[in-house]
Structure formats: C-alpha cells, structure tokens
C-alpha cells in the first residue's frame, strides 16, 4: 500500500486533495459502468420546464435586474440544483450554470440560465411534451382541478 510523503502542510494539502479527487473520480466511473443511467421520457419529464419556469426564472431575471447579489446566488444555486436532480433522476443534459456565476457580472449568469432553459425546452420537445401555459389564473385552476387527485 503506498503512502504519502509530504513535507509541508501546502504539500499534505496538495496529497489529501489528489486522494480525494482520484475517489470522486472512481465512483463517478462506477456509476457509470454500473448503474443504468435514466433517459428522459414524457413521463419523466412532464411538468419540469413549468417548475423551472416557476420556481426559477422569475427570481434570476428580478435578483439581476435588483443586482442583490445574495438573491442571486441563492436563486442560481436553486437553479443549478434542480437541474443537477433533472439530469440524476431524469436523464437530462447536463447543465453547469455555476460556471457563469460571478457577482461582478450578474447580466451573463441570466443570460446563460436563460439560454439554458431553451435547451432544456429543446429536451421537452424531443419527448414530445409540450409547455402548459395560460393565460389567467382561472384558466390555471380549472386545468389543476381537472386533474386533482381525489
């Protein structure tokens, strides 16, 4: 079994991370190798861009224009989350939003997510969905109730 030589703490640091990553980069592999990867489906998929939509696009487009660089940030983490579950659960592309995130530059994260969510929509058309839109709430509840669990 091999051991580390290290003699300074930046070198232990530098060790400690390289062990670390080579075990990230081992279970990354396994799941690959192992575990049957999600593809997306209608069904799967069904009802996600809305929750993207709903949950995310509104607080990015009103934190940058706001430039809270706090909401931002929590909003774009939300966002980023979702889409890590998407692609986990669902299959869905890859998406790496946090890469365009600086609090300097908040205009080129929105435009990014934004561009993002037409990918995604790009995914929802190939499974064949289509996104439910209305234009009032009456028309919102009417299609909810119509499919309520009773």
Same mark, same amino acid.
């Given at each position: ?13 530098? $060790?400690?991370?390289?062990?670390? &990553? ?13 575990? *049957? ?7 799967? +998929? ?5 929750? +993207? ?8 487009? $009103?934190?940058?224009n706001l430039n ?18 998407m692609t986990k ?15 300097? !530059? %908040?205009?080129?994260? &929105?435009?990014?997510? %934004?561009? $993002?969510?037409?990918?995604? %929509?790009? *995914?929802?058309? !190939?499974?064949? %969905? &289509? ?18 669990? !009773?």
């Amino acid at each position: 079994m091999a051991s580390i030589e290290a003699g300074t703490i930046a070198e232990i640091h530098s $060790a400690a991370y390289d062990f670390l &990553k080579s075990i990230v980069d081992l279970y990354d592999n396994m799941v690959k190798e192992f575990i *049957e990867q999600p593809q997306p489906t209608n069904d799967s +998929l069904s009802g996600t861009y809305e929750e +993207l939509w709903s949950n995310y696009r509104n607080k990015i487009i $009103a934190s940058v224009n706001l430039n809270d660089k706090s909401y931002a940030y929590h909003a774009a983490m939300g966002a980023q989350n979702f889409l890590d579950e998407m692609t986990k659960t669902r299959g869905t592309k890859i998406f790496d939003l946090m890469q365009y995130f600086d609090t300097e !530059r %908040l205009e080129l994260f &929105k435009e990014q997510f %934004l561009l $993002a969510m037409d990918e995604y %929509l790009l *995914e929802y058309g !190939r499974v064949g %969905l &289509k996104v439910e839109r209305y234009d009032t709430f009456e028309q919102l509840y009417e299609h909810y109730m119509s499919h309520a669990v !009773r």
